[in-house]
């Protein structure tokens, strides 16, 4: 059961995520505020969700939070400032498109760049954990799969419509056959 806020005095936005460990495309992040009185029974973190069911909460939780933001940072700026610090910079732009100032900031994960004076709270394994960062895994994950899937009909052998641009397989003997193309990472170590 996700817990609904972590200070119910404050008004919390959930921060996560996606596209981390890609070998191609952008990294996104999304922040979600949601009422504190949220509930979906198929929420959860977006990795134990099926496609399917990622894709009917999308528009549930766009309608029902109070203010949601997705943003991304490029595969160039990723090499250009490493994955941790564009994946900062993506939650930083995301938290700056929110419509509602959030009072506290509750991340996903171990680490966070603080934003500007707003309180943050750092959760290792918050998308299971809280239904905002919950809310912004599922958000920052849909975003990016249908970024991915997009650009898979511009270079179709690199299989990114099923695998997104991780390190599958099909993706490395796509990348063993054909190279790189200007949208995967250089700085990613395949």
């Given amino acids: 059961m996700l817990l609904p806020f972590f200070n119910a005095h404050l008004t919390e936005a959930g ?3 996606a596209g981390r ?6 990294v996104y992040a999304a922040a979600v505020i949601l009422p504190t009185n949220f509930f979906h029974p198929l929420l959860d973190d977006s990795k134990k969700l099926t496609a399917a069911q990622r894709d009917l909460l999308r528009p549930i939780i766009e309608k029902e939070s109070i203010a949601f933001a997705v943003a991304s940072v490029d595969n160039h700026t990723i090499d250009q400032v490493n994955i941790l610090q564009a994946s900062f ?3 930083h732009l995301a938290i700056d498109q929110l419509t509602v100032l959030p009072e506290m900031l509750l991340i996903d994960g171990n680490r966070f760049k603080p934003y500007k004076n707003i309180m943050h709270q750092c959760v290792v394994k918050g998308d299971g954990k809280y239904a905002s960062i919950a809310a912004a895994s599922v958000l920052a994950k849909t975003y990016r799969d249908c970024y991915m899937v997009q650009l ?3 270079f179709p052998h690199y299989c990114w419509k099923k695998n997104k641009g991780y390190g599958t397989l099909t993706h490395r003997n796509a990348i063993g056959e054909k190279g790189l193309c200007d949208y995967h990472r250089k700085s990613f170590n395949i």
Avoid at 21 to 26: K, L, V, W
């Fill in 15 to 17: 921060v996560d995520e």
């Fill in 21 to 26: 460990g890609c070998y191609a495309g952008p």
């Fill in 89 to 91: 910079l993506a939650m």
């Fill in 152 to 154: 898979h009909q511009q």
